[in-house]
């Protein structure tokens, strides 16, 4: 039997709040912030420290096809040093090409949309993306909001 490893991420104890009144410069704690406050409002859930730099508004358990499981965040961010890491799971899927090509300035990896400033994007069709994405993955897996 192969030998289970653990999540390099998972849910802590730490503040969310603390670590977001410590984002700097204040422009960029702005953001998070707002993000803070869209993705409270989407989920109905208040933020969880994933990591030392990850804000995650619930999870849910994954179970691959190769055995791995684990817990992740539904929905969240990281501030990171050159832009926003929006954590969209489970990721890209071709249903949502029309709203990203409404988005704004972005760029796009598996289940990372990255953002420099969210002046750069219209926070509806964000607001849209985060949605469809929570809907996806709630249909993929058991996703807890609490």
């Not at 409002?41 to 684990?70: C, D, L, N, Q």
């Not at 972005?106 to 953002?115: D, F, G, S």
Request: glycine share 6%; with cysteine.
């Amino acid at each position: 039997m192969a030998k289970k490893t653990q999540n390099k991420t998972v849910a802590t104890k730490a503040s969310a709040a603390a670590f977001i009144s410590k984002i700097n410069p204040p422009a960029k704690r702005a953001d998070a912030e707002a993000l803070v406050a869209l993705m409270k409002k989407i989920t109905k859930t208040e933020p969880k420290m994933w990591g030392p730099a990850m804000v995650g508004f619930g999870s849910y358990h994954y179970i691959y096809a190769t055995g791995r499981e684990g817990d992740a965040l539904a929905l969240g961010f990281s501030p990171r040093a050159q832009a926003f890491s929006i954590y969209l799971m489970p990721g890209y899927h071709d249903n949502l090409q029309p709203l990203f090509e409404k988005l704004g300035k972005h760029k796009m990896t598996k289940a990372c949309l990255y953002v420099k400033q969210l002046a750069d994007v219209d926070m509806k069709v964000l607001e849209q993306l985060m949605r469809a994405s929570l809907k996806k993955l709630k249909s993929l897996y058991p996703v807890v909001l609490k």
